[in-house]
């Protein structure tokens, strides 16, 4: 039973334009939500996250916004850029004041983003 | 400062083979990670140490496999005997104390093929 869907497995875009990737839970108990960038052949590196008290996280040219209601959260990256072509993982966890204990991410399959010169 | 160091980088067995994968975590991380991505799939939470003590193992597929982190440094995860299923990419992950959460740092993973 997965938690995290990413319904899109590759998203392509031109360079400038906004990338928008998209990500649907269906444990409420999670409370902070992530996206990692992975390039191949190295480990996923953190990006941007958001807790569930927030609807919006901004961080240069990536935001997170959440929808606690629909359950799902998206990354907008704008503008776009060829060296943000990766495969994207959107992951969610429970903290501590969730009744979580570690913090072990629960993550969805991936989209791979390639961004066009 | 040194990120997450994995050995080996590629294991190739057979079935019935014997692997054992290293991790490194960040230097003073308490908080050390295994997951593992099949194919195709999500990246899957294995197990979690607090220094040297398993804190949870509820992502372990079943017996044949077995993480140890003695004196709270490196951590090795023995797969015994390998399954063709057991092929994947190994990561792990460190963070530091778990009071906020901390963001985990990945290691480049170990991919292991069991032909």
């Known amino acids: ?117 | 400062e040194a990120g997450v160091t994995q050995f080996p980088s590629h294991s190739v067995i057979e079935k019935g083979q014997t692997v054992t994968l290293r991790c490194d975590p960040i230097s003073g991380h308490d908080n050390l990670y295994w997951y593992r991505r099949v194919m195709g799939k999500e990246i899957k939470f294995l197990l979690h140490f607090v220094k040297e003590s398993k804190q949870d193992e509820s992502g372990m597929p079943n017996n044949r496999f077995l993480a140890e982190r003695t004196g709270g440094t490196y951590s090795t995860l023995k797969v015994q005997p390998a399954e063709l299923e057991d092929s994947g990419v190994y990561f792990c992950a460190s963070s530091q104390r778990l009071a906020n959460y901390n963001e985990q740092f990945f290691g480049p993973g170990t991919r292991l093929t069991v032909l």
């Open chain 1, 1 to 117: 039973d997965q938690q995290v869907k990413q319904n899109s497995p590759s998203l392509s875009v031109q360079e400038g334009r906004i990338s928008i990737l998209n990500c649907d839970y269906t444990n409420s108990m999670f409370d902070y939500f992530l996206w990692y960038k992975k390039y191949p052949a190295e480990g996923p590196t953190f990006l941007i996250s958001i807790s569930s008290i927030k609807d919006k996280n901004e961080d240069g040219r990536f935001t997170v916004f959440l929808n606690k209601s629909a359950k799902h959260l998206s990354l907008h990256i704008v503008p776009s850029q060829p060296g943000d072509s990766a495969v994207y993982f959107c992951a969610a966890t429970k903290g501590l004041n969730s009744g979580g204990s570690n913090y072990k991410l629960t993550f969805g399959k991936g989209t791979l983003l390639t961004v066009n010169p």
